[in-house]
T-cell receptor
């Protein structure tokens, strides 16, 4: 049981490039989330999904897209990367139905230069 | 909208002493959950403790306890007998109990345990 896995761990992008951050969970969780953490700050919700085929915007969705074609995977797409997207990105999942805990992946550190 | 406030950017505590990390929240929802997460320098988010808004008793998990004062909208984390390994960032978070269960995080408190 690997929990929530994220790839890559680190990435440097040039301004205007695109990339996809991968997130996979093997706990059969319905709910999945993408957060970003800027230096010295708390986490802010980018997008979330309550099940396969269902996604919705969080607090800071601009510049990102997501899809949820399976229960296990929830990739985050960055189009036209900007320096403001330099951050650490965390994927999380939970059972839903008022489960106690969100399980977090190890994070992806992204730098846009 | 939900909001979490952590007013202590940093704290220094002597090893073996108890420490209280402050958290206040604001919400209009009658049902919500409050969480504390620990983030060590390695970066991962570690779940510590949970308190439901309707729970009658304060939550406890080993050396962690949550001092929940609903009328004051506060959910302070108490760590007893602090250890060097407790040095980390600590985040308070609130969960919406209706629908998407997304978490709203505070800005965190950096705790440093002094030997």
């Amino acid at each position: 049981n690997a929990g929530v896995t994220q790839t890559p761990k680190f990435r440097i992008l040039k301004i205007g490039q695109s990339m996809t951050l991968q997130c996979t969970q093997d706990m059969n969780h319905n709910y999945m989330y993408w957060y970003r953490q800027d230096p010295g700050m708390g986490l802010k919700l980018i997008y979330y999904s309550v099940g396969a085929g269902i996604t919705d915007k969080g607090e800071v969705p601009n510049g990102y897209n997501v899809s949820r074609s399976t229960t296990e995977d929830f990739p985050l797409r960055l189009e036209l990367a900007a320096p403001s997207q330099t951050s650490v990105y965390f994927c999380a999942s939970s059972y839903g139905q008022r489960s106690y805990e969100q399980y977090f992946g190890p994070g992806t550190r992204l730098t846009v230069t | 909208a939900q909001k979490i406030t952590q007013t202590q950017p940093g704290m220094f505590v002597q090893e073996k002493e108890a420490v209280t990390l402050d958290c206040t929240y604001d919400t209009s929802d009658p049902s919500y959950g409050l969480f504390w997460y620990k983030q060590p320098s390695s970066g991962e988010m570690i779940f510590l403790i949970y308190q439901g808004s309707y729970d009658q008793q304060n939550a406890t998990e080993g050396r962690y306890s949550l001092n929940f004062q609903k009328a004051r909208k506060s959910a302070n984390l108490v760590i007893s007998a602090s250890q060097l390994g407790d040095s980390a960032m600590y985040f308070c978070a609130m969960r919406d109990n209706f629908g998407n269960e997304k978490l709203t995080f505070g800005t965190g408190t950096r705790l440093t345990i002094i030997p």
